[in-house]
Structures are given as structure tokens and as C-alpha cells.
């Protein structure tokens, strides 16, 4: 497959961090027995990898604003661009030596969603798509699933945690799409659950918060996959926006109808 240049600049910033990342969470485990706990050497990992990506982009292309999850929002001299990154989705998985977890990188340009990554370093997935030319996984062309009974679908989320968000909601949300579909799975990286939907392992996606870093490269995957990308009201999704339904068009349709309700 020939990836752009642009892709390729993406691709080599996820890989280096990935190689960090991998690292680190390699030494996890051992820490886990540790008086201290991992927690501090986590949080270390994840600096370390947004300081990765951010190098490895602002070598590439200077000049761009870079918004990060780690350093915040760092503004360009080029006006026209920004990336949107988080360099580890899924905190806590990698804390607890689970090996789902990935980084995030999407590109905007005048507004606009033009490219994306979302690399898991374990699985060695890595997916990616630009505005007009579709998604990938490695080296393969995706796409969102083609079921449209919602009994047969299998739908990701992402759960709130202690002290975030409003449980009593999420659970009604659950309530509903548990009774409706064949099954739910909260896999712990809204990145990664973004970038199954492309793939077509999930039909759909809904979450009521999430930070633009956390959904920014998934959005663009589900849409160059032919999937549809709105707020849970049905809007067109934008940045600002916290709620998400990601999903092929049938099921997206049909999972907006269920969580307006
Ligand atoms: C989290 C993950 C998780 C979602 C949380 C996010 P982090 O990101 O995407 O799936 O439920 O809302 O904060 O903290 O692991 O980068
Ligand atoms: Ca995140
Ligand atoms: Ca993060």
C-alpha cells in the first residue's frame, strides 16, 4: 500500500512512541508488586510518549499548533493546521497490565479532520485514513460492518469512572442497547473501540464524554470507512461536542433513535 507523506510522518511518530510505550509496559508488571505501585512510572510513560510524537511532528512539519493531552494546546506560527493527540487511550488498562491501549494522533486542517493513526503497540495494529482515500488497517482497506438488525450487533462504550460523569444516564444508555442487541463491550481505549467500528468488529460506538484527543482519529477512521459520526442528538459531531454515536449508517441511525429516547 503507498501511504502519503503526510501518513507516513504520522505513522513514524505512533511507531517511535509505540516502541517507548511497549517498553514500559513491559516493566508494568514487575511494578505492580512494587511498595510504590506503577502508577507514577505510568504517568512518566505517557509524557515521555507525547514528547515522541511531538518532536517527531514538529520535525516534520514546523509550524503546526499542537494540541496534546499531556502538554495542552501549544498554538503555530502556520495557522492552518493542528494535531490532536493522546499519546496513551487507555490509561488505566496499561496500569493494570492489560494490553489493550494505543496512541492517537489526528491532523486538522483549516477546521477540518484530514488525517488519522491509532496505533496499538502490543497487537501491532495500526490503523489509519485520510480525508478522501478511506481506511486502513495495516496494509488492508476497512469498513464499517454491513449488519443492520440491531439484535445481531455488538456495540462498544466507555464507561464513567469514580467521581466522572453521570452513572445514573450511563446506566439507562446500557439498560436500553443491552435489551436490544447482542452484546456490549467497554474495552477501555475510545480510540481503539473508534477504530473497531471501522474494522467493522464493532457496528457501533456511543460514549456521552469524551475529550476531543480521545475521539479526533477514530471519527475520521469511521467516516473514511463509510460509517457515520454524530453527537448522541444527531447532529454533525464537532470538537466541542463531548457525546458521540459512531456506527455503519443503518445502526448508527438506529442507535441514536434508542439513546434520544
Ligand atoms: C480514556 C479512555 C476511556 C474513556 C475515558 C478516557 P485515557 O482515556 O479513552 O476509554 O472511557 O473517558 O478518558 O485517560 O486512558 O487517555
Ligand atoms: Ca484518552
Ligand atoms: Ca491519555
Known amino acids: 500500500m503507498a501511504r502519503s507523506a503526510l501518513i507516513n510522518v504520522m505513522v513514524g511518530a505512533a511507531r517511535k512512541a509505540g516502541r517507548s510505550l511497549a517498553r514500559d509496559f513491559g516493566e508494568v508488571e514487575k511494578l505492580q508488586v512494587s511498595l510504590k505501585g506503577p502508577a507514577d512510572f505510568v504517568s512518566s510513560a505517557d509524557r515521555k510518549a507525547e514528547e515522541i510524537v511531538r518532536e517527531e511532528l514538529d520535525r516534520a512539519r514546523p509550524g503546526y499548533t499542537f494540541l496534546g493531552e499531556e ?15 493522546d499519546p496513551l487511550d487507555g490509561t488505566t488498562n496499561f496500569l493494570h497490565g492489560i494490553p489493550l491501549f494505543s496512541i492517537s494522533i489526528a491532523l486538522e486542517r483549516q ?9 496499538n503497540p502490543i497487537t501491532d495494529e495500526l490503523f489509519s485514513a485520510e480525508r478522501g482515500a478511506g ?11 454491513a449488519r443492520t438488525s440491531i439484535a445481531e450487533s455488538v456495540f462498544g462504550t466507555a464507561m464513567p469512572v469514580t467521581g466522572q460523569g453521570d452513572h445514573g444516564q450511563y ?20 480510540a481503539l ?9 464493532f457496528d457501533a460506538f456511543w460514549n456521552r464524554r469524551l475529550a476531543p484527543w480521545d475521539f479526533a ?22 470538537m466541542e461536542a463531548g457525546d458521540i454515536v459512531a456506527g455503519n449508517e443503518a445502526i448508527h441511525r438506529h442507535l441514536v433513535g434508542l439513546l434520544k429516547t
Not at 473501540?193 to 468488529?201: E, K, P, S, T
Not at 477512521?221 to 457515520?228: D, N, P, Y
Request: aromatic share 6%; with cysteine.
Open 71 to 85: 502538554s495542552g494546546e501549544t498554538e503555530g506560527t502556520d495557522g492552518q493546521h493542528r494535531w490532536i493527540v
Open 111 to 119: 477546521g477540518r479532520l484530514q488525517a488519522a493513526i491509532v496505533f
Open 135 to 145: 481506511a486502513f488497517l495495516n496494509d488492508y482497506r476497512i469498513r464499517v460492518s
Open 171 to 190: 446506566l439507562k444508555d446500557l439498560a436500553k442497547v443491552m435489551a436490544a442487541s447482542a452484546g456490549v463491550r467497554c474495552c477501555g481505549s475510545a
Open 193 to 201: 473501540d473508534l477504530a473497531w467500528v471501522a474494522a467493522g468488529r
Open 217 to 238: 482519529a477514530g471519527a475520521l477512521l469511521v467516516r473514511e470507512a463509510g460509517g457515520f459520526v454524530s453527537t448522541i442528538a444527531g447532529r454533525e459531531k464537532t
